[in-house]
């Protein structure tokens, strides 16, 4: 999940654009957990695509697709910001690759919180109301037509805001996405629609949400002796927490920052951990695929039996007890034998 502050902070001169933190050092802060991140998505889809236990399980469908939706910003927006990193300012520095940036940033951001937070929404369903599910029509209602719903109005919505917006764009290729280049959001009733409608709201969805699924699912434990039911609702349970605790901890200090900036308080406040709070941000999208590999129950069989497998392959390439023949040396022994 990944989430560029909408707060047009280049707007405050008195504030540092600047972390203590040199800039390859966060290259390299970064890095090393980057690319174990892009294996287990690709290990994260392959599996959803291949094993048809995956595929056909409803739970799995929208957690697979924050995996995708992660999956594309890990391919664009992370590689930009080591090469940031590495050369000091953004390169090609042209308005295209600007908007295409913050584009991806923003929208990829609000159609993933958004949708988390109908995930949370869902796994009620799953678990409470299967009936809601049970024919066709209800399963497009419910399942399907959110999904396509929040995609559709997240695409729209940042197309009207960063591709198209009634004022003009301004870039700055020193700073991190081209400075944020939202000239819309100095209007400050879409400033709070977005604060408030595609941050505060699914967030408060997402923790009332979360933390009545537990409640629920633990009273239903005491209610039912149906041990396999119980476990299978534990599963798809620690599964949306999970990625709720990493989402809550990571993103929710700085919502919260930006909405009492939205509410009048000086930016100046909470200025230096904001600054931080952008940096270590990006380990929500290096981290999701790892939490969402370790909550899906099916994938903990396949990860068990590829370390497995490599634990078997290192002690056979291990070393091995050498034994050697025992020789007799000295001249041969010559029998004779005497036929009498």
Known sequence: MLSDSNSSYEDSTALTSEIIIPRLIRFWIILPLYIPSVICSLFVLYNFIVHRKLRQAFHNHVITLLVFINFIVQLTSIPWLLNYYRLGN?????????????????????????????ATIERHILIFHDHLLSTKYKLIFFHYLPVVTIFLYGMCYNIIVIIFPPCENTYDYSQLTCGDPLCYYEFDSVAMWDVIVNDLIPTIVIIYCSIALLLRVICQKFRMHRTIRWRNHRKMTIQVLAISLLYLFIYVPTLLLEFIHRCGVPEEVGASFMLYAEFFKYYGNLLLPFVCAVSMPELNKHINKIFSYCRRQTQAVGPQPLTLARHVVGPPLIVRVIVS
């Open 90 to 118: 953004v390169w090609p520095q042209n308005s295209i690759f600007c908007l295409t940036w913050t584009f991806i940033d923003e929208a990829l951001y609000i159609i993933t919180t958004i949708l988390f937070s109908w």
